[in-house]
């Protein structure tokens, strides 16, 4: 598992029609404030302001097709050569990480390969770094390259 703190960030919230919004800034959009989303923005201001990796190589819930399915990623960051690189499934909070969440993560990967798949519920974050085949835990996220 990795340990890791999310930053404090001036996030904007707004109410419209009872429904909650948070301004998505790599989306550059309100998006419906759910628990997942509260993750999902929490996880990509960790990209931005611990890591530094760069805004415009942080892909948000993109559409991929899986099959006959479409799907959508939750995070996708690209490499300097825009080739994908890090693929990240946000979770709810109080939705317990485990092989099944695995599993949706490494579909996604079919369609879309990456070395490093990342999980995260906000509370517990896993990474893996796929080699030879193989998932290998990491107990950090890579630093930008």
């Known amino acids: 598992m990795v340990l890791l703190q ?9 109410e419209i029609r009872g429904v909650h919004q948070v301004f998505d800034e790599t989306r550059k959009r309100w998006v ?5 989303e509260w993750v999902r923005q929490h996880f990509i201001q960790y990209l931005l302001q611990v ?8 892909a948000v819930e993109k559409e991929i097709q ?23 499934e946000c979770k709810r909070p109080d939705i317990q990480l485990s092989d099944e969440s ?8 079919i369609s879309v390969p990456v070395p ?3 999980l995260t519920n906000g509370n517990s974050h896993f990474l893996f770094l796929r080699k030879e085949g193989k998932l290998e835990p990491k107990d950090a996220f890579p630093e930008w390259e």
């Open 6 to 14: 999310f930053p404090d960030f001036p996030y904007r919230v707004r």
């Open 32 to 36: 419906q404030l759910t628990p997942e």
């Open 51 to 58: 890591k530094k990796y760069p805004a415009a190589l942080i």
């Open 66 to 88: 899986l099959g006959e399915l479409n799907k959508r990623f939750d995070i996708l960051v690209y490499d300097r050569r825009h080739q994908p690189w890090l693929m990240i």
């Open 102 to 109: 695995v599993h949706q993560v490494l579909r996604y990967n």
């Open 116 to 118: 490093y798949l990342a």
